[in-house]
């Protein structure tokens, strides 16, 4: 019996790999760095083109810190750990750190962003009330990820948002999976090994933040944390260590 038939899950297969560029949005600064760096690496390094867009700055994500001086603080820390992946392009929304509420406004900023950038896959965070059932999901994660889903087809029908063609973004209907980390239900995944240092470093670069959540050695912590996830998901991903998605065809 192998690694596959004792974990009792179904394999997951390859993500995707005829397309040129990708749209990955989430909430925060480190979300993607908490899941999804070692699969950005592996896509930046094989030429495509990944753009980050961000609802807010996490200004409300560090106790010890006011918003004003945390905001600017975790947008550098983001743009440091989108390089060390190969990402140069991060946008912020300015939505409310905390607060994003799931709705039209949402809907239409991400919609906007998908008709600027113009991705064939759009990558988001988990949007579930739970983290596998277990452990609460936050709002802010919850309203980003469904907002996500549903702008991948406002994005494409001109009938919606019809200022955003009067802004000079026209629809765009390229999009063909929606792609969700850290999911319960995932079915897809990259291989990690290749990524795994630059994520290592792409997660350290929130070096503030991770002073703030824990007393571990931060690169302890941020290798720790990711080798950890990584290597769960290699018995259904033929023993390779993996970052999983939830693939929605679009």
């Known amino acids: 019996m192998d ?6 899950a179904a394999p997951l297969e390859p ?16 979300d993607l760095e908490y899941g999804c760096a070692a699969a950005v ?5 094989g030429g495509r083109e990944v753009t980050y867009v961000l609802a807010t700055r996490g200004e409300a994500g560090i106790d010890g810190l006011g918003p004003d001086e945390c905001g600017p603080l975790r947008e550098r820390e983001q743009r440091a750990g989108a390089a060390a992946v190969g990402v140069s392009t991060v946008d912020f929304l300015d939505h409310r750190d905390g607060v994003i509420e799931y709705g039209i406004g949402l809907r239409r900023d991400i919609a ?4 600027r950038h113009r991705p064939e896959l759009v990558v988001t965070l988990n949007h579930r009330d ?18 996500t889903l549903d702008a991948a087809g406002d994005a494409g029908n001109r009938w919606i948002f019809t200022e955003l063609a009067a802004q000079g973004l026209e629809p765009w209907d390229g999009v063909r999976w929606v792609a969700v980390a850290g999911s319960d239900r995932p079915t897809h995944a990259v291989d990690a ?3 795994l240092d630059r994520a290592v470093a792409s ?9 703030g959540l824990t007393d571990q050695d931060p690169e302890e912590y941020a290798r720790s944390f990711l080798t950890s996830a990584a290597q769960a998901l290699a018995p259904r991903f033929g ?12």
């Open 15 to 30: 993500m995707p790999e005829d397309w040129t560029r990708a749209l990955a949005v989430v909430a925060h600064p480190d």
């Open 239 to 250: 023993g390779r260590p993996a970052v999983a998605f939830e693939l929605f065809p679009r």
């Open 130 to 147: 739970t983290w596998g059932g277990t452990v609460w999901n936050t709002p802010d994660h919850v309203a980003v990820g469904r907002a």
């Open 112 to 115: 906007a962003a998908i008709r």
């Open 203 to 211: 997660l350290l670069a929130h070096r503030a933040y991770i002073e």
């Open 3 to 8: 690694d596959q038939e004792k974990s009792g």
């Open 193 to 195: 090994g290749p990524g």
């Open 41 to 45: 690496a592996g896509w930046t390094d």
